[in-house]
């Protein structure tokens, strides 16, 4: 049997790669965004909702001034998401800030204390 590839999951991949294009080509503006990076996105199967996760930078910008800038950016994004995605209703978009990149430098802070305790 063929594997199935949701409507949702294809949309998920084009957002990352959309909202990503914006942020490094500078076309979203305000500047927090600038340090933030998309690190994935989920549609639900419904596709009414685009969780869209985010990462900066360690210690180079403040994760909520990004999440703010992100927001408010959240209309202009949507407008050309409706462009690229060719759909009739654009998934609400929730911005959402990613913290498995924060927990893996707290692991490997961990492990290479443990490392220099032997």
């Known amino acids: 049997m063929p594997p199935t590839f949701k409507r949702a999951a294809r949309i998920s991949d084009l957002i990352i790669k959309e909202v990503s294009q914006m942020i490094v080509k500078g076309e979203i503006k305000d500047p927090r965004v600038s ?29 909520n001034e990004v999440l703010k800038g992100l927001e408010s950016a959240k209309g202009f994004i949507k407008t050309r998401l409706s462009k690229k995605l060719k759909m009739r209703k654009i998934p609400d978009l929730q911005f959402k800030f990613d913290t498995a990149l924060e927990t893996a430098y707290r692991v490997d802070e961990v492990l290479r204390e443990i490392g220099s305790d032997e």
């Open 35 to 63: 340090s933030a990076f998309i690190t994935g996105a989920k549609v639900s199967d419904n596709l009414s909702v685009a969780n869209i996760f985010f990462s900066v930078l360690e210690d180079y910008a403040d994760k």
